[in-house]
């Protein structure tokens, strides 16, 4: 059974930062692509951040690229997204996602078999 679970959200102020923590389990996070998507309310799911297993493939939204940083350890079973600089409208739910050892388009939502339950990050401005 896959599980994700994401931890280290939180309420801050615009300019500080976070680190966001998906804790993996029934996967192995070298044979998986992983990513990160948030969602805003009233608002689609919307791609952040994703990550190849072998970490070659590195891919960012434009609207978070050069602030946030994803990550993962595989021997600690673990996806990290470090954001920095926040600013209020990346106030959102953020969901770690988990799909095979192929993505055909990583920046759909469709691609991704596995959700974690969402965590909650709000930045005030």
């Known amino acids: 059974q896959v599980r994700l679970v994401e931890s280290g959200g939180g309420s801050v102020q615009a300019g500080d930062s976070l680190r966001l923590s998906c804790v993996t389990s029934?996967?192995?996070?070298?044979?998986?692509?992983m990513a990160w998507f948030r969602q805003a309310p009233g608002k689609e799911r919307e791609f952040v951040a994703a990550i190849s297993p072998s970490d070659v493939y590195i891919d960012y939204a434009a609207s978070v690229k050069d602030r946030f940083t994803i990550s993962k350890n595989n021997g600690k079973n673990t996806v990290t997204l470090q954001m920095n600089a926040l600013k209020p409208e990346d106030t959102a739910a953020y969901y770690c996602a988990a799909g095979s050892n192929q993505i055909i388009n990583p920046r759909v939502t469709g691609d991704w078999l596995y959700w974690g339950q969402g965590i909650q990050v709000t930045v005030s401005s």
């Open positions: 029934g996967i192995s996070l070298s044979t998986t692509y």
